[in-house]
C-alpha cells in the first residue's frame, strides 16, 4: 500500500497512512462521525480499525475543537454535538499483519516488549525524552482511558463480524439478481437491492 492513498466519496474522502486512516469532513453535520454510518466504505478492510478516534472540528471551545473518544460501533457513536462542524475525523489503525514474537504494535511499529511502565501509545524514544512529571501524566491518562478502550474492542470486534457479514450477503445477493442482466438493469437492480437492505 502507498504511504497516502485517498478515496473520494462525494465531498467527504478518505486518508490512509501507515497507522492511521482519516476522513476528512467538508459535508457539515452535526454528528461525529462513524464510518458505519457511510455508504461509501472505507478503503481498507473493516478488522483494521482500531477504536481509538480523534475528531477535530472548527469550533471556538475547547472541549469540542478535539475530541478523543472510541468508537465501538453502536449508535453512540454518532452522537450530535449540537452544533453544525467540518474537520476530520482519525481512526487508530491495526497492522495488516502479525509481527514477530515479543513484539507490541505501537503506532506503526513493532517494538519489543520490555518491562516498563510506557504505556502502549508512546514510542520508547519519546518516553525516554519525558520527564518524570510528565511521564506520571501520560500514564494516568492511559490508565483512565485504558477499560474503554479494552470493552470498546470487544464490541466493535462484534460489531464488524456483523458488518463484514452483512455485506458478504449483499454481495451474494446482488450477484445472484445481476448475473444476467445488462449494465443499465443491473445497475438499477444493484439500487432497488440496496435500498431494500437497509
Not at 57 to 83: H, P, Q, V
Not at 111 to 127: G, L, N
Not at 155 to 164: G, P, Q, R, Y
Request: net charge positive; aromatic share 8%.
Amino acid at each position: 500500500m502507498n504511504p497516502e492513498i485517498t478515496a473520494h466519496g462525494g465531498k467527504d474522502y478518505w486518508v490512509v497512512k501507515k497507522y492511521e486512516i482519516t476522513r476528512l469532513c467538508k459535508d457539515p453535520r452535526d454528528k461525529l462521525f462513524s464510518p458505519f454510518a457511510r455508504r461509501d466504505p472505507p478503503p481498507i478492510p473493516w478488522h483494521r480499525f482500531d477504536v481509538e478516534r480523534t475528531t477535530k472540528t472548527e469550533s471556538e471551545e475547547a472541549e469540542t475543537r478535539k475530541i478523543e473518544d472510541a468508537w465501538d460501533g453502536s449508535i453512540k457513536d454518532t452522537r450530535s454535538l449540537g452544533f453544525s462542524w467540518t474537520g476530520e475525523t482519525t481512526f487508530v489503525l491495526h497492522p495488516e499483519e502479525e509481527g514477530p514474537p515479543g513484539h507490541t504494535y505501537v503506532l506503526g511499529r513493532w517494538i519489543k516488549d520490555q518491562s516498563t511502565q510506557r504505556p502502549p501509545t508512546v514510542w520508547p524514544e519519546v518516553w525516554g525524552l519525558l520527564s518524570k512529571k510528565q511521564r506520571s501524566k501520560v500514564r494516568e491518562e492511559w490508565l483512565k482511558k485504558k477499560g474503554k478502550i479494552e470493552s470498546a474492542r470487544e464490541s466493535l470486534k462484534i460489531a464488524i463480524d456483523k458488518k463484514v457479514e452483512e455485506e458478504k450477503e449483499l454481495n451474494e445477493l446482488l450477484r445472484d439478481n445481476t448475473d444476467h442482466d445488462g449494465p443499465s438493469m443491473r445497475e438499477a437492480r444493484e439500487k432497488s437491492i440496496r435500498k431494500s437492505v437497509k
